[in-house]
């Protein structure tokens, strides 16, 4: 089995209206729209790009970190006091540990 992950992020500024998140998190097939956004890159990166099929965009959010992480006697650490999104590459090792090869 072979399988390639590709993970082309940038970032946009924006500021998210309270607790509620944009709508939608993932655009699919927005092959016109990614390829536009690298235009002024390599000519590698740029022939990568045009070769996906039906990219996805994802919305990505990021936090600022915590003052404290316990209350109490309770205190969190690891993943659960930084989660991450497997489309940003930390996130993937579990699932990716879970695959046997053939």
């Known amino acids: 089995m072979a399988m390639l992950r590709l993970e082309a992020i940038l970032g946009e500024a924006g500021e998210v209206d309270g607790n509620v ?50 209350k109490g006697l309770v205190c969190i650490m690891g993943d659960a006091a930084h989660a991450a999104m497997s489309h940003k590459g930390d996130g993937w090792y579990g699932t990716r540990g879970c695959l046997r090869p053939g």
Request: no cysteine; hydrophobic share 35%.
């Open 21 to 70: 998140a944009p709508a939608p998190l993932i655009k699919t097939d927005e092959k016109e729209e990614v390829v536009n956004e690298y235009r002024h890159w390599g000519d590698t990166a740029k022939f990568v790009i045009e070769s996906l099929q039906k990219p996805d965009v994802w919305a990505v959010f990021e936090h600022p970190p915590a003052n404290t992480y316990h």
